[in-house]
């Protein structure tokens, strides 16, 4: 299954404002590109070049006005991502968003884990298996019975990350992993990382920080505040170039 391709996207645009909200914003422009399974990909840009928009395209929260996505095999649109499509893309890709309070809602942390493998319908014996496994792992054994809303930001991203690990995903979606976290938090977070990547999972970071890339990426995609493909290449070419990297491109 390595080196398979997992994504596929051509000449895929969205805008903002396109429901009677005059002029419309553009967030994407004709961005074409091919992600395959075991890659860990940065996507860099400023501010509002649309990385948080072109991951929520990948996750299927929200479609393209124009061009094609195509995931494990299935073209991933408001008509097509259904039935047993859905199930399987949503078995196999995970979104963790850059705020976790976007990303909780539940009563407890425990039932934030449970939920994902209960909702595709996993034995509630086997659910209960993995929200043991993850809370021990993670470190967080302790908040189990605790409201998500009483957290640090640290617990709730812990949280936020073992809730999409327990469905087990092959690809990982992750929004600005590192914002709002303390240095110990950061750290732990690399570590787990660089466990999924032993793991041969494929993950896509759209990020700011430079040592997440550096330490945990092989390729990056530049996203240029026109909303277009700058650049897309290895790291280490990125790495090369980093100086010149900001304000532009």
């Known amino acids: 299954m390595e080196g398979k391709e997992i994504y596929r996207l051509e000449r895929v645009c969205y805008n903002y404002g396109h429901q009677g909200v005059l002029p419309p914003l553009s967030a994407l422009k004709d961005i074409s590109f091919s992600i395959r399974h075991g890659e860990h990909v940065a996507v860099l840009g400023a501010n509002g070049s649309g990385k948080s928009t072109l991951l929520k395209i990948l996750n299927g929260l929200i479609f393209p006005m124009s061009g094609i996505v195509e995931c494990l095999g299935g073209k991933v649109a408001e008509a097509t991502l259904t039935g047993a499509f859905l199930r399987r893309f949503r078995e196999r890709v995970g979104f963790v968003f850059s705020e976790?309070?976007?990303?909780?809602?539940?009563?407890?942390?425990?039932?934030?884990?449970?939920?994902?493998?209960?909702?595709?319908?996993?034995?509630?014996?086997?659910?209960?298996?993995?929200?043991?496994?993850?809370?021990?792992?993670?470190?967080?054994?302790?908040?189990?019975?605790?409201?998500?809303?009483?957290?640090?930001?640290?617990?709730?991203?812990?949280v936020a990350i073992a809730s999409v690990l327990a469905a087990n995903p092959d690809v990982l979606l992750l929004d600005e992993p590192t914002?709002?976290?303390?240095?110990?938090?950061?750290?732990?977070?690399?570590?787990?990382?660089?466990?999924?990547?032993?793991?041969?999972?494929?993950?896509?970071?759209?990020?700011?920080?430079?040592?997440?890339?550096?330490?945990?990426?092989?390729?990056?995609?530049?996203?240029?505040?026109?909303?277009?493909?700058?650049?897309?290449?290895?790291?280490?070419?990125?790495?090369?170039?980093?100086?010149?990297?900001?304000?532009?491109?």
């Open 100 to 158: 976790p309070d976007a990303q909780l809602f539940c009563p407890t942390v425990g039932d934030e884990v449970a939920f994902g493998p209960l909702q595709l319908d996993l034995p509630k014996d086997e659910a209960e298996r993995r929200v043991n496994e993850l809370l021990n792992m993670l470190g967080i054994a302790a908040l189990r019975d605790r409201p998500p809303y009483t957290l640090s930001a640290g617990e709730k991203k812990k």
């Open 179 to 249: 914002n709002g976290l303390d240095p110990r938090t950061q750290v732990w977070l690399f570590e787990l990382l660089r466990g999924l990547k032993e793991l041969k999972k494929t993950f896509i970071i759209a990020t700011h920080d430079l040592s997440l890339v550096e330490d945990l990426t092989d390729r990056v995609i530049v996203i240029a505040e026109g909303h277009e493909v700058a650049a897309d290449g290895p790291r280490a070419r990125y790495s090369e170039t980093r100086t010149c990297y900001w304000p532009r491109i």
